[in-house]
């Protein structure tokens, strides 16, 4: 059976001196619509959700559920959204990134330290550390990447009603067949990112 996140590691800085600590993560690097969307979330050591688990490894449903369990019991939570133009402005890495510090600014708690999903460090005001598949690790992280996917999820599913065509409220923006289909026989949205396959071709 593989291992579910733990709170091991915040224990272990807390237990140290250091806290309030954020965990903090992103989606949406590959879809070719919408707005990358990032989340930092402060889980009360003494409360912790029930249901977080790798936010890839959930259904829609489950992730809703835990959601809503993030969000009844975190001590703070942030969420950031960078938007299409933004990213074909910079890359998708500065983007994602960018959400990432956006996310963390939001928090009404300031964190002493945040761990953050992947190889990079985003610009943090403290201490930080990358952990690659993070998600899979921390607790703090599995939570904060439910919170990014509900959001960005919920994002585009009230985006879909004005660009009804491209089927948004089903892909989230990433290439299925129809919203292929869709760019062939509409062409691209604002909401598309021009500087990815296949728009730049276009």
């Known amino acids: 059976m593989k291992p579910r996140p733990h709170f091991e590691i915040e224990s272990g800085l807390r237990a140290g001196g250091v806290w309030p600590i954020a965990g903090v993560d992103e989606v949406g690097r590959g879809p070719l619509a919408g707005p990358v969307a990032a989340a930092a979330v402060i889980l009360d050591p003494l409360r912790l959700p029930e249901g977080v688990d790798d936010s890839k490894a959930l259904s829609a449903r489950a992730r809703e559920t835990a959601f809503e369990a993030i969000m009844a019991s975190a001590l703070a939570v942030g969420v950031a959204f960078v938007p299409a133009a933004e990213i074909d402005a910079t890359d998708i890495r500065k983007a994602a990134l960018a959400a990432m510090s956006r ?68 892909n989230a923006g990433y290439g299925s067949r129809r919203h292929l289909e869709a760019l062939e026989a509409f062409g691209p949205s604002p909401l598309h990112r021009m500087s990815f396959k296949p728009l730049r071709e276009g």
């Open 103 to 170: 996310a963390v600014a939001g928090l009404a708690l300031p964190p002493a330290y945040a761990l953050v999903d992947g190889r990079d460090l985003p610009a943090l005001p403290c201490e930080g550390r990358a952990i690659v598949k993070g998600d899979t690790t921390s607790l703090s992280i599995a939570a904060a990447a439910i919170v990014a996917k509900v959001a960005r999820d919920r994002m585009m599913r009230r985006l879909a009603a004005l660009y009804p065509q491209y089927g948004f409220e089903t």
